[in-house]
């Protein structure tokens, strides 16, 4: 089975505020910036029920390889239906669980 490409989005609202998506292998990392330097949100899946320890690995636009937790992922249909949620609204989908980045923990 080959492997799915990895994918980056950034997407930027009419105020300032972003939302970026990682997609790789069928999961996705949401990330959401309320306006410039603000240190965001990030998403968080209390649903993920794999291995505690299993890291995602996504190619950046740029090359650069980054890991993140595949409990911060959901799949790729939950993620580009946040996505389209940030196109009409401008806002943080509702139906994805945030971590405030700026929180410790």
Known sequence: M???????VWLEGPGGERIGALISGGRGWLMFQRG?????????NPAYDGPANAL????????????????WTYPAEVVERALDHFRH???AAPFIVWH????EG
Do not use: C, F, K
């Not at 410039?36 to 968080?44: F, K, M, V």
């Not at 405030?100 to 929180?103: I, L, N």
């Open 100 to 103: 405030d980045d700026e929180v």
């Open 36 to 44: 410039p330097g603000d240190a965001g949100l990030s998403s968080r």
């Open 89 to 91: 609204t401008a806002e």
């Open 2 to 8: 080959a492997e799915l490409p990895s994918r980056e």
């Open 56 to 71: 995602i690995d996504y190619t950046l636009s740029n090359g650069q390889r980054d890991q993140y937790p595949a409990s």
